[in-house]
């Protein structure tokens, strides 16, 4: 399974960004699919996770980000609105062909995009 991360940039507080992960494999729709981040000096953490039908969130999300998959064209989507200084952080997309417990836990995915940016200035 191979990853493609895109959509992070440079945005003010209170701004938005959508942020776009492509897919390989002819099951997608069967994934787990999930985004990480990571700050600089930071462990990874969980931001949300797509399950089926069911999405997961990470406590501090708080309504802000949205996680959604469209399995014709093999993309998971985050939505990111009100984004705050401390969001900045690499963001990671992540997939679990094969329906590992634990969607929160990034040992759980096998596969990981190779990352994207998102920097919030105040």
């Known amino acids: 399974v191979q990853l493609q991360a895109s959509g992070g940039g440079l945005v003010q507080a209170g701004g938005s960004l959508r942020l776009s992960c492509a897919a390989s494999?002819?099951?997608?729709?069967?994934?787990?699919m999930g985004w990480f981040r990571q700050a600089a000096g930071m462990q990874r953490e969980f931001v949300a996770a797509?399950?089926?039908?069911?999405?997961y969130y990470g406590d501090f999300v708080e309504g802000r980000f949205t996680i959604s998959r469209d399995n014709a064209k093999n993309t998971v989507e985050l939505q990111m609105i009100n984004l705050k200084p401390e969001d900045t952080a690499v963001y990671y997309c992540?997939?679990?062909?094969?329906?590992?417990?634990?969607?929160?836990?990034?040992?759980?995915?096998?596969?990981w995009g190779q990352g994207t940016l998102v920097t919030v200035s105040s």
């Open positions: 992540a997939a679990d062909p094969y329906g590992t417990a634990g969607v929160h836990d990034a040992s759980a995915y096998p596969y």
């Open positions: 494999g002819r099951t997608f729709s069967r994934y787990h």
């Open positions: 797509v399950s089926g039908g069911t999405k």
